[in-house]
């Protein structure tokens, strides 16, 4: 199993990203994207089960970040609009092979069961 991300980079405030995370050898059950930025936490971004019957958002990024999956061809994208200085960060895309019982739980890091290498996406005032 391996996960790819890509199309991080430089923008400035007010511009967008989009990120892919390519998957390969098998699919799962949860896709989803996490960041984390200089001295802090990796903390949950967004999240689609495989279905997209379930779909979650970390609240400062709603209305903002759109994410998606391609099933045929087995990616998930991060749409980053409007976006702000403090979104910078290293973003990861995270997958788990089954489902979560609660909402809460596609927040923990610990539950997911493979990372990609992560990707820079820096956001200048």
């Known amino acids: 199993v391996q996960l790819q991300a890509s199309g991080g980079g430089l923008v400035q405030a007010g511009g967008s990203l989009r990120l892919s995370c390519a998957a390969s050898?098998?699919?799962?059950?949860?896709y989803s994207w996490f960041r984390q930025a200089p001295g802090k936490e990796r903390e949950f971004v967004a999240a689609?089960?495989?279905?997209?019957?379930?779909?979650y958002y970390l609240d400062s990024v709603k209305g903002r970040f759109t994410i998606s999956r391609d099933n045929a061809e087995n990616t998930v994208a991060l749409q980053m609009n409007s976006l702000l200085p403090e979104d910078t960060a290293v973003y990861y895309c995270?997958?788990?092979?089954?489902?979560?019982?609660?909402?809460?739980?596609?927040?923990?890091?610990?539950?997911?069961?493979?990372w990609g290498q992560g990707t820079l996406v820096t956001v200048s005032s």
């Open positions: 050898g098998r699919t799962f059950s949860i």
């Open positions: 995270a997958t788990r092979t089954t489902t979560l019982a609660s909402r809460r739980a596609y927040n923990s890091a610990p539950n997911y069961e493979y």
């Open positions: 689609l089960s495989w279905n997209g019957g379930s779909l």
